[in-house]
């Protein structure tokens, strides 16, 4: 057996060094946080379940592993490199899924429009006929969720590993509800500021763009998940000791996925709306200062006609006397507030 110990001493516990072990036998718990030494005699063990969590792993630990239980190493090299597309591909001696677990922070900026701020975890499974070995990129993404999503269906892990990364795929698509919703309520904050009169346009422009650009990064996690889940049911029903058991809880996992697939396509078109409507409503905002400029305009003509036609040097009623300038007076105030009065009937000022 090859010795799963690097430079800096052997693992042993797993969570102080980002390591988790678990072991099932026949569906119930038997030990956890075991020595990762042992992960390969248990695998080999009839009954046995095993979980093995690995969250940002030295890549000498992966590696070795690797050797260890014979796992194909363009999948290990898929698990350890970042950029990776969401996909799920089956090799001779296990089946290699990597999906992306989403998070998102809803943020109150200081006019009142909610922001997002997306985060991406990696989290890669290779899945054996007798356990599940996770990697996970980083620690935003909590395993203690996906444990308890496993104790609470403790029924199915007498099923196999199968019913393993059907927990885990369940909570990860959970969260990208999650993350939806906090996108989908970060739009309708945006709808709000757009018919704001106090609302600054090119703040919502701003956070439209941003917007748009997170719900692009989401979709590229997202909508592979399709080909991940319906790629890891024919597997499933390809094993020969599938007994159908699993069937109906992978289709409804299959279902939230295009749920989540529809969601961002409505999304993604909520913007591009938003972003349509904004320009619409600049250019509406831009004809109603027009009319109000051209209705003062009108206003000031009329004084500026009636003294420029009073004071041509001819002479006219009142020329020279007080009554010319009361007269002129009352002209400019009675035209100016007719003009005023019919603006503001319709709405011009």
Known sequence: MTDLRVQTGPVTSG???????????DGRLEVEDFPIEEISEHLEEDGALVWLDLCEPDH??????????????HAVEDAIAAGERPKATRHATHTFVTVYATSSEAVTSGLGVLQSRLRFTRV???????????????????????VERWDDNADLLKLGSSALLHGLLDVIVDGHF???????????????????????????????YRVRKELVELRRVILPMREVVNAVQRHHADDTANDGELDGWYADLYDHVLRASEWTE???????????????????RLNTVMKK????????????????????????????????????????????????????????L
């Open 15 to 25: 969570k102080s060094d980002g390591v988790r072990t678990r072991l099932w036998r």
């Open 60 to 73: 000498k630990l992966v590696l070795k592993l690797a050797d260890e239980l014979t796992l194909d190493p």
């Open 266 to 284: 409505s999304l993604r078109d909520m913007v591009t709306t938003i972003f349509e409507t904004n320009l619409s409503l600049q250019d509406a």
């Open 124 to 146: 890669s499974a290779f899945v054996l006929p007798r356990g599940i070995v996770t990697v996970r990129s980083d620690s935003r993404f909590d395993m203690d969720q996906v």
């Open 178 to 208: 999650e993350t939806i919703q906090h996108m989908d309520d970060v739009i309708e904050s945006l709808e709000d500021g757009l018919f704001d009169d106090h609302a600054v346009t090119r703040e919502i422009q701003q956070r439209t």
């Open 293 to 348: 400029l051209t209705g003062w305009a009108a206003i000031i003509a009329v004084p500026t006609a009636v003294t420029g036609w009073f004071g041509q040097n001819i002479a006219y009623p009142g020329f020279g006397q007080r009554s010319g300038l009361i007269a002129s007076t009352v002209v400019i105030a009675g035209l100016a507030t007719a003009l005023y009065l019919t603006f503001r009937r319709r709405n011009w």
